[in-house]
């Protein structure tokens, strides 16, 4: 579980101690075992209702991303937005795989920061979002 | 002290790391790596040590030792070490920390930073750990950044106002202009910020909510802009234009128009438009549907608007795309209250969806199902139902089965259908239903007499198939010992008959004796049934002797005592062992809902323990009812009077012990002089329904009104007013006014006149025609404008208030009576 690049935020907290991961996490894998054992797109919905709180994950691959929101949340907009995320990264990775997340998680965070803030959306178009990390780059490297 | 590896190496060391331990040991010696560099006190790599920690970090190790230096890489000038320093802040700090009051100072320095960056960390870092004393601290200076700054700014910083608004409620009036001139900016970034800084303050503030409803019509602008016309492509998601700002905005117009007429209706339209425009082929497209639908929903909208949005919500149900049947039955969930016709109409795909096999969708199917349930189609529903609990994940039996309970309950069509259905429920889940099953499936049991014979019967072979359920072995033991005599005799006409000896019987009971799956309280029904036997069945009574003496030395003690006790029953008290254990009444159902008769000797100065005490009221005796002296009898005669009117009502509430304002309980009927009271009932008396006798109920200064009833239908009543002149002089401009409760329905007739003729030579006659629809019994149902509220219950539902005011000698006259007895109507209804 520690491999795959599970960072989820809810109004600001983190959840990110394995305890608190683990059941969700492990929910999505069955599902994911048994989709892939029964040839099915989508078998399962995506929604997992977890204490009181909803989760909505979406799986690229190997890679996770699981959100936490509460149940006043349009769940289907909140699965469009981590499709948002994942194409930012893409374009930002060009092609981003789990292992661009692992190696990379500060930039990562940044790009989360510009998206989401205390868990509200911040912003969704994309050169706006990799404006300021293009020009923290450019800095860096003059 | 190995050197401190790049940020890339650690991480891959620790996925290199093939088991647990080792990937402790390799973190434990980079903690310890990083621990001693930050005791060093200035190097080039502090940002990189930081940056290890927040990994370890997010994998779960401690890391709060990093707390101090993220505040001192906070303060540091240069950009990467502060961007590491308020991550590591956001990540590893929160307000329970002693350390986060102080990185407040350097906040407060970088939000007037030059560089818009730095100040865009800030923001954000204030946005999602800010204390409230930090808030407090910075609100102006927010304040300042919301009107005045780029863009980029701007939207961070509506949304570090959001957070502070929810830490500091008075701090909304500080945001309140600037979110509003927010709404005017064309960046969307903004406008979204805006928005959900002005759904924060509607939703904390109902006064701001007030205010801010004036803004409908510029957000109905901003969605038309949106959702109608145009194509942007800066914020465009597969065809439709930032659907998260609409969504957003629906949200807030979401909130704007709940319980506001006018805020609703602007917005019709554009729900509408947006609702038949959106494409819905895509995911995008659906959740701006299902937005708009829920936002219809919660409005005051127009029917026909509320009907485009169920539609909606049934081409969700149908879609393939399991997700949004989930969300649809969401939804429908919410308004299968209100709406229940509409929704009843998916039944079928409803109940189709138990079977689908992905949890979450089973749940919320579940859900629907049992809101759907009704008498029509109880029976259809419960045999779908009974077919999911034989399948359903575990998470869900319990829920499932005290919803099959409770349905059955409410609709059950016959009584042998129900035991059916609870004994079904008991086989396949009997493990996971509640404990106060098995005293109401007794209940039932003994309530359902033809059926004895049939259930005894039934149970028996539950029991000889498994007697692992312990709730179905609980009652099966039961009933054998209440009706091993029918078990036996073995006639039973619904059943193929199947012989049973005295003998099987006892075994049976013996083997759950015996057997370890039993729970001790299960052994203790089986005792007991066993020694109900003895007096049930002739042969084996001996057998049953040495069962019951083996457990005089059990290590339970309760069965213990049990059986030392039935031992007794068998040596010194035989002579009373028939009449112990003859056969148990029929076991009243004891629910709240019901409120026992009371004996008509009631007690008017007794304090009494009523479920409804808010309809306990005081009679005003004096107040109304000068126009007629009113005998004030006692409860006793009272009673008997009620029982006059037409058997009793089920609900008879003596007088409750308020304040000790009234002695007895005045009627309000007809009576002219007092003591004429049981005479005039007396004549209305037994059942034979008189055909509309009519009562006085107005006598002064010579002006008499009677009245008749007669019932029209099932909750409608015409009454005739009839008024009569019996002084020397005319009477003039004669008109009667009527009000009735709220539930009931008034429709007046034209008068015959107005004028009454001196002595009676002619009449005024009126009719009313009166619609209770309602047939409301419960007292408190019915708001009754009069000073004194009726504590009886009799035709408490039916009253009626007349305003008599007519001109007589020049002069004007007016009063007012009550009437509270309609003696044809209370005759008619039995």
Not at chain 2, 682 to 711: H, N, R
Request: glycine content about 6%.
């Amino acid at each position: 579980m520690t491999g795959n690049g599970v960072t989820y935020r809810n109004h600001g907290e983190n959840y990110n101690s394995p305890l608190s991961v683990c059941l969700p996490v492990s929910v999505c894998l069955y599902r994911s075992a048994y989709s892939s054992v029964c040839h099915a797109v989508s078998v399962h919905s995506v929604f997992v209702e977890y204490k009181d709180f909803k989760l909505i994950y979406r799986q690229y691959a190997a890679l996770y991303i699981v959100v936490g929101v509460t149940d006043s949340e349009n769940e289907l907009s909140v699965y469009e937005l981590v499709h948002n995320f994942v194409e930012v990264l893409d374009k930002y990775f060009s092609r981003v795989s789990e292992l661009d997340i692992m190696f990379n998680l500060d930039r990562v965070h940044i790009i989360l920061d510009e998206m989401i803030q205390n868990g509200h959306i911040v912003e969704t178009n994309r050169s706006r979002i990799l404006a300021p990390l293009n020009a923290l780059d450019k800095m860096a490297d003059s | 002290m190995s050197p401190s590896v790049p940020l890339q190496e650690m991480i891959r060391a620790i996925r290199s790391a093939r088991t647990q331990c080792e990937e402790r040991g390799v973190i434990q010696r980079e903690c310890a790596a990083i621990r001693a560099q930050f005791r060093q006190s200035d190097n080039g790599g502090r940002s990189h040590n930081l940056a290890k920690l927040l990994y370890v970090h997010m994998l779960g190790y401690p890391a709060h030792f990093g707390q101090m230096e993220c505040v001192r890489m906070i303060a540091s000038p240069r950009y990467s070490e502060k961007r590491v320093g308020y991550l590591g802040a956001m990540m590893l700090l929160d307000e329970k920390q002693d350390a986060s009051l102080l990185i407040t100072n350097s906040i407060k320095n970088d939000l007037s930073h030059s560089n818009q960056y730095v100040q865009s960390l800030a923001l954000c870092t204030l946005a999602c750990m800010g204390s409230a004393e930090m808030c407090r601290d910075l609100a102006p200076e927010i304040d300042r950044l919301l009107r005045a700054s780029n863009s980029y700014i701007k939207k961070k910083a509506a949304l570090c106002a959001v957070h502070i608004v929810r830490k500091v409620q008075d701090l909304g009036e500080l945001f309140t202009p600037a979110a509003r001139s927010l709404l005017s900016e064309k960046n969307h970034g903004v406008l979204h910020g805006a928005v959900v800084l002005i759904t924060e303050l509607c939703e904390k503030n109902p006064e701001t909510l007030e205010r801010f409803r004036k803004t409908v019509p510029d957000l109905v602008q901003i969605m038309k802009g949106l959702a109608i016309s145009g194509y942007s492509p800066e914020h465009d998601v597969a065809g439709i234009s930032d659907p998260f700002l609409q969504v957003r905005i629906l949200r807030l117009l979401r909130i704007l128009g709940r319980n506001n007429e006018q805020a609703s209706d602007a917005m019709n339209d554009l729900l509408a438009q947006v609702a038949t425009n959106t494409d819905s082929t895509k995911t995008v497209g659906n959740a701006v549907l299902y937005e708009t639908v829920l936002t219809v929903l919660d409005i005051k909208s127009e029917s026909g608007l509320r009907v485009l949005a169920v539609n909606i919500l049934g081409r969700f149900l149908l879609n393939n795309d399991r997700n949004i049947r989930y969300i649809a039955m969401t939804s429908l969930q919410k308004i299968v209250g209100s709406d229940h016709n509409a929704v009843q109409r998916h039944r079928g795909t409803i109940v189709d969806c138990l079977k689908d096999q992905d949890a979450s969708v089973k749940r919320r199917a579940l859900d629907l199902s049992l809101a759907l349930v009704s008498a029509t189609n109880i029976r259809s529903m419960m045999k779908e139902l009974l077919l999911f609990l034989s399948s359903c994940p575990p998470e869900l039996r319990a829920q499932a089965a005290s919803g099959i309970f409770n349905a059955a309950e409410r609709y059950a069509p016959s009584q042998r259908w129900h035991i059916d259905t609870i004994l079904h429920v008991l086989t396949t889940a009997g493990g996971d239903v509640r404990d106060e099953t098995v005293p109401n499936l007794i209940q039932l049991i003994t309530n359902a007499s033809e059926l004895h014979c049939y259930t005894v019967h039934k149970l028996y072979r539950a029991l000889l198939a498994d007697i692992s359920q312990q709730s179905l072995v609980q009652v099966a033991c039961w009933c054998i010992g209440e009706y091993g005599d029918l078990l036996v005799r073995g006639e039973c006409q619904e059943i193929e008959p199947v012989q049973v000896t005295e003998d099987d019987v006892l075994d049976a009971l013996e083997t759950v004796l015996q057997s370890h799956m039993s729970s001790p309280a299960t052994r203790g029904f089986a005792l007991t049934a066993t020694m109900k036997l003895s007096t049930r069945i002739t042969d084996n009574v001996d057998r049953i002797r040495s069962i019951v003496s083996i457990y005089g030395s059990c290590i339970d003690v309760e069965l213990q005592q049990r059986a030392v006790e039935y031992n007794a029953l068998f040596k010194k008290y035989d002579h009373m062992r028939a009449a112990v254990l003859e056969r148990m009444p029929v076991i009243e159902k004891n629910s709240p809902r019901v409120i026992p008769m009371e004996s008509p000797q009631g007690r008017p100065s007794r304090t009494s323990s009523q479920p409804k005490s808010s309809t306990e009221s005081h009679w005003c005796p004096n107040h109304l009812l000068t126009s007629f002296s009113l005998p004030v009898c006692g409860v006793s005669q009272v009673c008997d009077l009620l029982d006059l009117l037409g058997g009793s009502e089920e609900t008879l509430q003596p007088s409750p012990a308020v304040g000790g304002s009234a002695p007895g309980l005045p009627i309000h009927t007809a009576s002219t002089a007092g003591g004429d009271l049981l005479d005039l009932l007396g004549g209305l008396e037994p059942a034979p329904i008189a055909p509309a006798p009519t009562v006085p109920v107005y006598e002064k200064e010579g002006v008499t009104l009677t009245l008749s009833c007669e019932k029209q239908s099932d909750s409608g009543l015409t009454v005739t007013l009839t008024a009569s002149n019996s002084t020397d002089s005319d009477i003039s401009s004669f008109t009667l006014q009527a009000a009735v409760p709220k539930s009931v329905q008034l429709h007046m007739k034209a008068p015959s006149g107005d004028f009454l003729p001196a002595r009676g030579t002619a009449n005024v006659t009126q009719m009313v025609v009166l619609n209770n629809p309602n047939k409301v019994v419960s007292v408190e149902a019915v708001p009754i404008r009069t000073a004194s509220k009726s504590f009886f219950p009799l035709q408490v539902n039916l009253k009626m208030r007349i305003r008599i005011s007519y001109t007589s000698q020049g002069s004007a006259f007016q009063d007012t009576v009550q009437i509270d007895s309609f003696p044809g109507f209370s005759a008619a209804i039995h």
